[in-house]
């Protein structure tokens, strides 16, 4: 039998109005949840490890008496968002941006990131100045941005001590095995936390012959902190890996986008 169950719930309001036929402003603020949850049982299993927890994965008797399996998981994400947009008369364009999120495959402590972003245009074709030069260049805008994204994938319970059943041998001289837990192949790490990329990218957009041609310039750069990564143990240790906020990721480059229309 499998169950998966997963909930999602959104608020959020809107603002737009415009000044003195020059001054617009717009505005988005609001409220998302959203959680999982999973539960796996196949055939059945005898002699749980506990009484309280109805999942097959502690059944502990022998495979001869009864083949058994399961599992489940869960999670849950938070998160509070919010958007200010500002131009004047179409020529300056600046945004502000952020969202503050939380996620539970993190330790109490460790589970809440803010990231924030930004960004400005300048129309330099909508400019009084621009002219005559609109016979040729019909637009012409510079902008850039910054902001910071969060990643939190990983296991569920990667920040959780698991343990799972496990049969022993005590030193009674019959040699029968008995029932117990040891601790999973994961070793946990409460300190974990977000993986955050900063992100930086300029750019020109231009647009002629009644924007049949569209040229589309970026140059971009990102670096990746406390990348979340699941670092192998040596054997002798009894785990496989733990995760672990190590190393940093850069990436840079420039892209040329040409598009034609109606030719």
Do not use: C
């Not at 019909?138 to 799972?164: F, H, M, P, Q, W």
């Not at 001289?173 to 994961?186: C, M, S």
């Not at 310039?217 to 143990?233: K, V």
């Amino acid at each position: 039998v499998q169950t998966r169950n997963y909930y999602s719930a959104n608020v959020y309001a809107n603002y737009d109005e415009t000044f003195a036929d020059a001054h617009h402003v717009s505005a988005t603020a609001g409220f998302n949840y959203e959680t999982w949850s999973s539960k796996n049982v196949s055939v059945a299993g005898i002699n749980l490890s506990s009484i309280n927890l109805d999942d097959l994965n502690l059944a502990t008797g022998s495979p001869t008496e009864g083949a058994y399996g399961g599992g489940q998981n869960e999670y849950a994400l938070a998160g509070f968002f919010a958007r200010i947009n500002y131009d004047y008369k179409g020529r300056y364009l600046f945004e502000v941006s952020g969202r503050y999120d939380g996620s539970s495959r993190f330790a109490p402590g460790n589970r809440w990131g803010l990231f924030p972003s930004a960004s400005a245009g300048w129309r330099i074709s909508e400019e009084p100045f621009f002219g005559n030069a609109k016979d040729l260049v019909d637009n012409l805008k510079l902008r850039a941005s910054y902001g910071v994204t969060g990643n939190n994938r990983i296991d569920y319970d990667a920040a959780l001590e698991v343990y799972e059943s496990q049969n022993y041998v005590l030193g009674d001289g019959t040699g029968t095995l008995q029932p117990g837990v040891a601790p999973a192949a994961v070793l946990a790490n409460r300190d974990i936390t977000w993986e955050q990329t900063d992100e930086f990218n300029v750019g020109l957009d231009a647009g002629f012959v009644d924007n049949r041609i569209n040229l589309t310039l970026d140059a971009y750069y990102s670096e990746t902190r406390a990348l979340l990564f699941a670092q192998p143990m040596q054997s002798f240790t009894g785990y496989t890996k733990h995760w672990n906020n190590i190393g940093r990721v850069r990436n840079a480059g420039v892209e040329i986008q040409l598009d034609t229309y109606n030719f």
